[in-house]
T-cell receptor, first 114, second 118 residues
Framework: DVKVTQSSRYLVKRTGEKVFLECVQDMDHENMFWYRQDPGLGLRLIYFSYDVKMKEKGDIPEGYSVSREKKERFSLILESASTNQTSMYLCASSRDEDSNQPQHFGDGTRLSIL | AQKITQTQPGMFVQEKEAVTLDCTYD???????LFWYKQPSSGEMIFLIY??????QNATEGRYSLNFQKARKSANLVISASQLGDSAMYFC???????????????FGQGTRLTINP
């Protein structure tokens, strides 16, 4: 089974802090994704990566950056956390060109910015 | 632009009844794919079922089936014989036509919270 592991289930940080959310997958997937989930809005894509050191902006990249130094690990960075970044963050991975195969998700990180 | 609409923010169903969760989509593409995910209160997203636009049969996976009506652009999830453990958020998603180096994005609906009553 595919395993996507997010480093924290719950995280509380202060406004202005630099925040790192970590995600690791064990299935050698090429693609990794970061979403945020807010009530009534579903999941929105922040950034994704299709290879090591490669990244693409999603629909809501402002205020975020990402890092992919190794194939299995994809980090989301909040450069200077703000209260409107309080949300549920979900990481996912998928294999290349298996378009009928689902993205596999981690358990999510509930982030609160005070 | 592609869009997914789930018009039911919440649904309440008696245990053992069948339930239909609505999903309509908007796309100008001929080839696309639709996914349903379940998210229990613990937070993880669980893949349930997939339907390709060219699939002639409606997809089925155990108690889950997809009522795919291409002309109406709807892909409703049907859960037969509901159980207490089916209480969760359910998301419909469409595979985006944008492919970057083999990565295909998903576009999600707003979700439906399903509550199964004993």
């Amino acid at each position: 089974d595919v395993k996507v592991t997010q480093s924290s289930r719950y995280l509380v940080k202060r406004t202005g802090e630099k925040v790192f959310l970590e995600c690791v997958q064990d299935m050698d997937h090429e693609n990794m994704f970061w979403y945020r989930q807010d009530p009534g809005l579903g999941l929105r894509l922040i950034y994704f990566s299709y290879d090591v050191k490669m990244k693409e902006k999603g629909d809501i990249p402002e205020g975020y950056s990402v890092s992919r130094e190794k194939k299995e690990r994809f980090s989301l960075i909040l450069e200077s956390a703000s209260t409107n970044q309080t949300s549920m963050y979900l990481c996912a991975s998928s294999r290349d060109e298996d378009s009928n195969q689902p993205q596999h998700f981690g358990d999510g990180t509930r982030l609160s910015i005070l | 632009a592609q869009k997914i609409t789930q018009t039911q923010p919440g649904m309440f169903v008696q245990e053992k009844e069948a339930v239909t969760l609505d999903c309509t989509y908007d796309t100008s593409d001929q080839s696309y794919g639709l996914f349903w995910y379940k998210q229990p209160s613990s937070g993880e997203m669980i893949f349930l079922i997939y339907q390709g636009s060219y699939d002639e049969q409606n997809a089925t996976e155990g108690r889950y089936s997809l009522n795919f009506q291409k002309a109406r652009k709807s892909a409703n999830l049907v859960i037969s014989a509901s159980q207490l453990g089916d209480s969760a958020m359910y998301f419909c998603a469409m595979r985006s036509t944008i492919i970057i180096q083999g990565a295909q994005k998903l576009v999600f609906g707003q979700g439906t919270r399903l509550t199964i009553n004993p």
